[in-house]
């Protein structure tokens, strides 16, 4: 049973037939899981068929992992896995989902149908070989994309990978995956590929994955799993020692003749290292090493022979090899006369086309200069009128548009998006060489030198203008920088000779010749070079004059300081930061070579290092050790320094750059890009470059300002409201309590003692209406007393408040229901054909539902009248969002498509997509004028509703996005990774210049958004000495912060008899500061 899933938890033996859903006609049964059995069904609504998991009658009582693997597949948009399309429950708790079918074979039944055959000779054991191991770089493209999402798959095995019969790979079954940073719990999985510490309970990261698929590529070499045999409970004992017997032995022992190729027995033997902290660090390693051998490439870690080398040129290149036989062989045959007229002829065509080619371009240009030009007019009148949000659209486009054309953007426009965002619009985005191999800003931050790996070009900054090109006249270019002479690049040939190019004339000569081709140059202030061999990765020191020392010792080069510090790595030993120049260890670190990136401060005496191992980003002092500040962080790859040391700028496979402050490690911006940044460059002037897999350069100018706040929240949350005044939150969640939290202070005033989970939360004048998970519906006062529950002969999914007191309920069952939550006097108002999803209260008269699968929005008068359907936005929509002022209803869907619609219409009004998966929450601002959405692939969106656009988007939270709700300076949203993140954002169209004014009050302000407390305290009451104007609101939320809870209690009343908020609001938050004074030591 070494292929089958062990679950500690075996399920209990229950034959109930779970029903079928309507839409769907079962074919045949196509297998079955750990909770789930899955049916080849046809769908009777899209003429499609489909594959149709649903739980096991004998596993309704836990349906934790079967949603888990719905939601996943709904969420992960990859090539390589299966997408999961619907997701519905019947009676009887039957909770199902539909995917993709994919027709074809798992790899469990490739390998087996393969093994007599390989054994009896009939198959080319290369070429089999060769076609599995790319199966398993898609496996590893999968499995990669899901890590830099913060999911582990944790039961990767050939069962669960999937060959279709084109060829194409997908991973499935994720019901034991989960999130990075969420316990253990019970050992689950299998353990013929279960890496050791899985087995054994402990913690797990990405490399858990990676002994799963090396466990694979184990048993694609010798036909067999590592670990075999009946008893799951000895098995598991093996898994948790990690024994796995020797691939050549266990070949031998099958009868397959002859070792297997080296290379692939050095990745099973790294991948499945029983200790994690010597495998390959991530998937993507693993993924590298398996493309280098199925491309005929050498491996860094194994040393070759030059005929092993010229083998794999050979296999690498064949098609080059018979091309220059037959080029050969052609050009012999040649006559010189018919050789001369037809260059003639060719060439006197070609000037002619390049001639009208040119004319053309010229045209165009003229024509799109015009154009930008009458955009800018436009933009700049719409400003003058306020009209500021349609400006801001048009000057983005001319921002974009204007370097083309020879003209500038003149960024000082730009300053309508508010400098108090945290996510500032790009100012340039250019198309580059894919390829980046340096970056060089000018010292006056005016010009960018970029190399390529076979060119080079100049771009003014801040228009991203190109204003030189040139080939690079050489087989690589490996380094560039920005000497006192200009702009300089070092190119590397095959031939092992290494040349210095002055990039502004063209300027060649020759350095050295090192005897093999070099990977990376880069320069030390005294003139020497840094060399890193492209054969061996060991480095070499290039002294200013010519002499080069070898150092084989060292390898890998991550970062180099001019005054001549490095970060580099020395096989099997740990990283640390070296004086190249005089060969002493500066500083050791605690981490391995290939785990780890990071950049020393321009002073040298900090180095800003990040972990795959421990996850996180550190800031150590040169060369004490000293850790200065940590904060978590996932998959980084990139990190810079800005030249005044003030900044640390680090980027991801997520495809984000985040800017911290590298005083404490806060994050001050994020800066969303397009694909994964693999260079960030700081210029003087505060601009930050990246450049990204997706083959462009984005800058953007940073401000000061703009926050992210997070509030710690007990468990993930499920939704949230905010008090029509802005001033309170509620949460609703995993968490048995509901916390009121006053948003000025982020301080809890009360809980909520719910007493089990809740799905749904609103938030009235002075009461909470919730919803609980297993379907009650209760309402709570402000003052934490329960005032009324109800439950149904079915599960309530959804409510709102409407005025007078009365509650509008949407059941799992599609009815729609008005009740009083104090009596429990209940009126039905009509029924949805499936599960309510969603239900807005839009005034004393009507209420909006969202059915869930039905696929409509419909209203419904409060005094019992019939109802109507506005729009039909298709399958599977979540909860709407709605815009009195605005005149419109926006749903999102399983897809990420979030649509809007006239309120009294039902007209569609925009289609809004950018979501990767399922969106959760849409909700609209105060005035009506912006759209917030959320969801499952960690993004939040900001969208005018005016006109569809994008305005922002924001990736600030580690987990799905299930709830969003709009401030009175920005918004906040609620996710699974524990957070409730307040974002203060100054929309375009409420653009206001930064506060200036003087004295200590605007610094007061400052200081307490920042959080600093006790400073912040100091200064108001300097304030009020010096006559500054301000009310006993403010002082109150002043002394809360900095600890002083009975003083400002004091203030909190003082501040209800001035008239300053409403009472009820002040007195709560009295009697919360009064609580957290008694409550301290």
């Known amino acids: 049973m070494s292929g089958d899933t062990f679950d500690l938890h075996d399920p209990q033996d229950d034959a109930e037939e779970a029903p079928t859903p309507e839409r769907y006609t079962l074919r045949e049964r196509l297998g079955e899981g750990g909770v789930g059995e899955v049916w080849a069904a046809w769908d009777r609504q899209l003429d499609r068929e489909v594959a149709l998991k649903r739980l096991r009658a004998d596993r309704r009582g836990d349906p934790v992992r079967f949603l888990r693997e719905a939601r996943l597949g709904a969420w992960l948009q990859h ?63 999968a499995i990669a994309y899901a890590h830099s999402r913060g999911v582990l798959h944790l039961d990767l095995k050939p069962e669960n990978v999937m060959i279709g019969e084109f060829g194409e790979v997908q991973v499935m079954d994720w019901g034991l995956a989960r999130r990075v ?52 409970m000895a098995l598991l004992e093996e898994a948790r020692r990690g024994a796995v017997e020797a691939l050549v032995a266990r070949r031998r022992r099958q009868g397959l003749k002859g070792p297997p190729p080296r290379e692939l027995e050095a990745i099973v033997d790294r991948a499945m290292a029983p200790d994690p902290a010597r495998r390959y660090p991530d998937v993507e390693a693993l993924s590298e090493d398996l493309r280098r051998w199925s491309e005929g490439r050498p491996l860094a870690a194994l040393r070759y022979s030059r005929a092993e080398l010229l083998a794999l040129w050979a296999r690498r290149n064949r098609g080059a090899v018979n091309a220059a036989l037959l080029t050969a062989v052609i050009a012999a045959l040649l006559g010189a006369v018919g050789l001369v007229r037809y260059v003639r002829d060719v060439t006197a065509a070609r000037d002619h086309a390049d001639e009208r080619a040119a004319a053309a371009r010229r045209a165009e240009r003229s024509a799109r200069r015009r154009l930008e030009e009458s955009r800018l007019a436009t933009a700049d009148a719409l400003a003058e009128q306020g009209r500021l949000h349609e400006a801001e659209a048009l000057y983005r486009s001319y921002v974009a548009g204007a370097p083309a054309v020879g003209l500038d953007p003149d960024p000082g426009r730009l300053g309508l998006w508010s400098v108090a965002s945290r996510a500032t619009p790009p100012l340039l985005r250019v198309e580059r060489e894919p390829s980046v191999m340096g970056v060089a800003a000018s010292p006056d931050g005016h010009t960018v030198l970029i190399g390529g790996l ?89 002294a200013p004059d010519g002499r080069i020392t070898a150092h084989p010792e060292w390898r890998g080069l991550d970062d180099l300081h001019p005054g001549g510090l490095a970060l580099i790595g020395l096989p099997n030993r740990p990283y640390g930061v070296w004086d190249v120049r005089g060969g002493q260890q500066v500083l050791p670190l605690p981490d391995r070579q290939d785990e780890l990136h990071g950049a020393l401060s321009p002073d040298a005496r900090t180095l800003a290092v990040y972990s795959q191992a421990t996850r996180e980003l550190r800031a150590v002092s040169i060369p004490d050790g000293a850790v200065r500040w940590r904060r978590p962080a996932r998959n980084v790859r990139v990190v810079a320094w800005s030249p005044d040391g003030a900044r ?40 930050v470059l990246a450049f990204t897999t997706a083959a462009a350069m984005i800058g953007w100018r940073l401000f000061e300002g703009g926050l992210h706040r997070p509030i710690p929240v007990q468990g993930s949350t499920q939704s949230l409201e905010v008090s029509e005044d802005g001033r309170l939150l509620v949460l609703g969640g995993e968490a048995p309590e509901v916390p009121v939290i006053d948003l000025a202070t982020r301080r809890t005033l009360l809980r909520l003692p719910v007493g089990s989970p809740v799905r749904d939360v609103r938030l009235g004048e002075d009461a909470v209406l919730l919803v609980t998970f297993d379907g009650r519906v209760q309402l709570w006062g402000l003052d934490g007393a329960l005032r009324g529950e109800h439950a149904f002969d079915a599960r309530a999914l959804s409510a709102d408040l409407a005025p007078g007191g009365a509650a509008v309920v949407g059941l799992v069952d599609g009815r729609v229901l008005r009740l009083d939550p104090v009596t ?68 999102g869907n399983l897809s990420g498509v979030v649509r809007v619609y006239d309120l009294d219409t039902g007209a569609l009004r925009h289609t809004l997509e950018g979501h990767q998966g399922p969106v959760l929450s849409v909700t609209s601002s105060p005035d009506g004028r912006r759209i917030l959405t959320a969801g499952y692939d960690w993004t939040v969106r900001v969208w005018d509703a005016e006109s569809g656009a994008l305005l922002r988007v924001m990736t600030h939270h580690a987990g799905p996005i299930a709830a969003g709700g709009w401030t009175d300076t920005g918004f906040v949203t609620a996710a699974d990774d524990g957070l409730a993140v307040v974002v203060d954002l100054t929309l375009p169209d409420r653009a206001r210049p930064p506060d200036l004014e003087a004295g200590a009050l605007g610094l007061a302000r400052a200081l307490s958004l920042r959080g600093a407390a006790q400073e912040a305290l100091d200064l108001y009451t300097r304030a009020r000495a010096a006559g500054q104007p301000f009310g006993e609101l403010e002082r109150a939320r002043a002394l809360w912060a900095a600890g002083h809870g009975e003083a ?9 008899r001035a008239g300053e908020a409403p009472s009820g609001y002040l007195g709560l938050c009295a009697r919360a500061a009064r609580d957290s004074t008694q409550k301290s030591p």
Request: contains cysteine.
């Open 79 to 141: 090539p390589n896995i299966v997408p999961v399309h619907d997701l519905g429950e019947g009676q009887g708790g039957a909770a199902w989902f539909t995917m993709k079918r994919v027709r074809g074979r798992s790899l469990a039944e490739v390998l087996a149908e393969r093994a007599p055959a390989l054994r009896a000779g009939h198959l080319d054991p290369a070429a089999e070989t060769l076609r599995l191991v790319r199966a398993l770089e898609k496996v590893c493209d």
């Open 181 to 232: 940073e969420e316990d253990p719990g019970p050992v689950a999985g299998t353990p013929a590929y279960m890496a050791p510490e899985q087995a054994r309970g402990e913690p797990v990261g990405p490399t858990a994955d990676v002994w799963s698929i090396g466990a694979m590529l184990y048993e694609v070499l010798a036909l067999s799993p590592p670990l075999e045999g009946d008893d799951p």
């Open 454 to 542: 076979q060119a080079l070009e100049l771009r003014s900054l801040p228009t991203g203008a190109q204003t030189l090109s040139r080939p690079a006249e050489g087989d690589r270019v490996v380094g560039v920088a920005w000497a006192s002479a200009g702009p300089t690049a070092w190119i590397s040939n095959k031939d092992g000779t290494l040349w210095t190019v002055d990039v502004a004339s063209g300027a060649r000569a020759l350095l050295a010749n090192t005897g093999a081709q070099i990977h990376t140059a880069r320069p030390l202030e005294d003139g020497s070079l840094v060399l890193v061999s492209g054969a061996d990765s060991s480095l070499l020191l290039r």
């Open 648 to 687: 640390v700028a680090i980027g991801g496979i997520g495809g984000d750059v985040e800017i911290l402050d590298a005083a404490t490690g806060a994050v001050g911006a994020t800066l969303d890009v397009e694909g994964r940044p693999v260079s960030v460059q700081f210029t003087d002037d505060d601009e």
């Open 824 to 891: 429990g006097d209940v009126t039905p108002l009509g029924a949805h054909d499936d599960a309510v999803w969603g239900v807005e209260v839009l005034d004393a008269e009507t209420a909006m539902t969202s059915g869930f699968r039905d696929g409509t929005l419909r209203l419904w008068p409060l005094d019992g009248g019939d109802g109507k359907v506005l729009a039909e936005p298709g399958t599977v929509i979540y909860h709407p969002g709605v815009s009195r002022p605005g005149g419109w209803v926006a749903v």
């Open 1048 to 1056: 400002a209690a004091l203030a909190f009343e003082a501040a209800a």
